[in-house]
């Protein structure tokens, strides 16, 4: 008896982490562009003010995850690599097309650029913080649904 309990323990907690692990797709893609808003941001400040070289702000900003690698990437080739399963082909695109203006040109057609990317990136961070709030704990929920239907025909 002990050992149905223990085996339906265990599986309905297998059966969450598969849940989360499915729902790290809207994590990543939250984080993703949460950190690419942030960094337009920061690049239209630092074009309209300080204006370091663009190595030096790439080092200095505090990036994690997937945007983190594609950032030193592009620092070591100058070419932006985005090819992350949480982005569709066309957001794919749009990266390597905003990565490939980054450093190139006067600072009057960068700022030009970067502003007219800013309402997109927003509501691409927007957008996904939602989704991953939504489908992540949809995710989550299956997967305790399904660890508890799998117990009750255990039992």
């Not at 030096?56 to 992350?84: P, V």
């Amino acid at each position: 008896m002990w050992l149905k309990f223990l085996v339906g323990g265990l599986l309905v907690a297998f059966c969450t982490y598969l849940g989360y692990l499915a729902a790290e797709k809207y994590r990543k893609r939250r984080s993703f562009f949460s950190q690419f808003s942030a960094f337009n941001g920061a690049y239209l400040n630092e074009l309209s003010y300080a204006r370091k070289p663009l190595p030096d702000f790439i080092a200095a900003g505090d990036y994690s995850g997937e945007f983190k690698k594609t950032l030193e990437r592009f620092s070591a080739t100058q070419k932006a690599e985005a090819d992350y399963a949480f982005l569709t082909p066309a957001e794919r695109e749009e990266v390597r097309e905003y990565f490939s203006m980054l450093g190139r040109g006067d600072s009057r057609a960068q700022l030009g650029f970067f502003r007219g990317r800013e309402k997109g990136l927003a509501e691409k961070r927007e957008v996904s913080a939602k989704e991953a709030k939504e489908r992540g704990e949809l995710c989550l929920k299956l997967g305790l649904l399904c660890g508890l239907a799998a117990v009750i025909l255990i039992i």
